[in-house]
């Protein structure tokens, strides 16, 4: 979501605000992006290269609105779709999944061709790490890629877009080596058919 809600510009949730653009000024060398001084107390922020504009997020949004999923593969992600404001809301982790794995690609494909490169990569990561099969040499590689990963990101975005959850990735291979195939370590069929609710009402019946 925060890759998401960055790109998307979405009010609120962006982490591509004026105290970020402040924060360029001290820590980055980002001449283009620093907020610009037009007297009067009045500052300009330029638009940023890995943002779209509001037309480039109705048209994503209503190509996201129509799309049809097999079933169980993904909700309906229609109703996720605010056409006037031009953002997707209210996304499940399962929907973030679909989206950052299958999705990104296309709907992110009017990006500059060297931001959306390395989107395409973090998304071949999910995509790799969820595979039925997981080769433990190949687990070693993406161990080793993807610091390298992160450093090509933080050479995009601004220094307030990363938290700890950015920085988790580096920790998925490894788990992966552990832990096996990573479905098998998921909630999202319990969430599915609701396990959860149905055992602790069966524990409550007993107590």
Known sequence: MNVLDTVMDIKGKTKETNKARLDLAQICNRKKLELKDIGGDKLIKSKAAYTFTKSQRVFICKWVKELKFQDGYASNLGKCVNLNQGKLHGMESHDCRAFMQRLLPIAFDALPKSIWKVLIELSLFFRELSSTTLN????????????????????????????????????????????????????????????????????????
Not at 161 to 178: C, G, N, R, T, W
């Open 136 to 207: 433990v040499e190949h687990l070693r590689v993406m161990e080793e890629n993807i610091p390298l990963l992160l450093c090509k990101w933080e050479q995009i975005f601004p220094p307030s877009f990363f938290d700890s959850m950015e920085h988790l990735l580096i920790h998925l291979p490894y788990e992966a080596k552990v832990g096996g195939p990573v479905q098998y370590l998921w909630m999202y069929p319990f969430e599915r058919y609701n396990i959860t609710n149905h055992y602790y009402n069966i524990c409550c019946l007993f107590i």
